[in-house]
């Protein structure tokens, strides 16, 4: 777990490393960033797809895990945080408990974490996307009503994975539209 969040940061860090040549293809990349997000929110959608019918079959509690709440908070002042929370979140607590569940499904859960560690590193080079440091309320919420339901919690987490795209986009539409 240390070494692929270690590995994370080296990764951001070589991005971020300046030399003349890179930051031209940075800023670049921030400029067509907007215009890449419909494509990187269908990969996400898609690779969630692989494993969507697995974990809402075993998802059987009747209650909502990710509540307009969150969406709220998205699209308030809280946004970036809750973003950048909910990412490491389904990153770090949900998708590796997920890959445990059955051998058949680890390779796609480990797919929609890289594609999702991809959108994040991406979100951290154009900084107008990911510029936080407040706590979301609501992402608190989640984490904590996920602990409590124990291995139900990953089920039903990513059983709403599919909202969770959701609520990024509407995020993102909300700060490509400022």
Do not use: W
């Not at 996400?44 to 797809?49: C, D, N, W, Y």
């Not at 890959?99 to 890289?114: A, C, F, M, R, T």
């Not at 089920?155 to 539409?173: G, L, N, P, R, V």
């Amino acid at each position: 777990m240390h070494s692929s969040a270690l590995l994370c940061c080296l990764v951001f860090l070589t991005g971020v490393r300046a030399s003349p040549g890179q930051g031209t293809q940075s800023e670049n990349s921030c400029t067509h960033f907007p215009g890449s997000l419909p494509h990187m929110l269908r990969e996400l959608r898609v690779a969630f797809s692989r494993v969507k019918t697995f974990f809402q079959k075993k998802d059987q509690l009747d209650s909502m895990l990710l509540k307009e709440s969150l969406l709220e908070d998205f699209k308030g002042y809280l946004g970036c945080q809750a973003l950048s929370e909910m990412i490491q979140f389904y990153l770090e607590e949900v998708m590796p408990q997920a890959e445990n569940h059955d051998p058949d499904v680890k390779v796609h859960v480990n797919s929609l974490g890289e594609k999702l560690k991809t959108f994040r590193l991406r979100l951290r080079r154009c900084h107008r996307f990911l510029p936080c440091e407040n706590k979301s309320k609501a992402v608190a919420q989640v984490k904590d009503a996920v602990s409590k339901l124990q291995e139900k919690g990953v089920y039903k987490a990513m059983s709403e994975f599919d909202i969770f795209i959701d609520y990024i986009e509407a995020y993102m539409t909300m700060k490509t539209q400022n």
